[in-house]
């Protein structure tokens, strides 16, 4: 079993609420954040596989097709390829965030089966968010935690980085 990396999306591997776009409901509005191809890029070279777990509530409340969902991770994917950045999977939850889903974080369920289709050891693993949800999650899963922001803002995390790409020693280290 591999340790594996975790990553929450939007304020993580993309802007959210920045000058540009408030939240993504098409490829258009889709920017990676500084540093977030060369970050997953490094991760790759050391073998680390990386996974995206995202609430997609928009989907349930009909702000978002499906279709226009998998676009959008689409253009993820293909802005880390520029980079010489991939992605192992990529998990979501659809569900409205009042629907009592099993897959929604702060639940850790997206995590768990990611784990066993990857043959992943969840304590080696890291859990990386930007929200308090994408924390609890990632320690409900039984992961490190780390929190991408203030550490003013830290909710109780292992480790607290500006952004992914000064993280990335620490994972690599752990
Ligand atoms: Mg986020
Ligand atoms: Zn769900």
Redesign the pocket.
């Known amino acids: 079993m591999k340790k594996g990396i975790f990553l929450?999306?939007?304020?993580?591997i993309n802007e959210?609420l920045s000058h540009r776009v408030k939240f993504v409901n098409k490829p258009q509005e889709f920017h990676l954040l500084n540093g977030v191809g060369e970050a997953i890029r490094l991760l790759n070279e050391k073998e680390l596989p990386v996974f995206v777990v995202?609430n997609q509530g928009g989907v349930g409340l009909g702000y978002m097709k499906e279709i226009a969902l998998d676009a959008i991770h689409k253009k993820m994917e293909q802005d880390l390829a520029r980079f010489g950045a991939k992605l192992d999977d990529i998990a979501y939850c659809p569900h409205k965030p009042k629907a009592g889903c099993r897959c929604r974080k702060p639940e850790a369920q997206m995590l768990i089966d990611l784990a066993e289709k990857h043959d992943i050891s969840l304590p080696d693993s890291i859990m990386v968010?930007?929200?308090e949800p994408?924390i609890a999650a990632g320690k409900k899963a039984g992961c490190k935690t780390v929190f991408i922001g203030n550490p003013e803002d830290n909710p109780g995390v292992d480790v607290v980085f500006p952004d992914l790409l000064l993280a990335v020693p620490w994972m690599l280290f752990q």
């Open positions: 929450d999306r939007d304020g993580v959210v995202t968010g930007d929200r994408d």
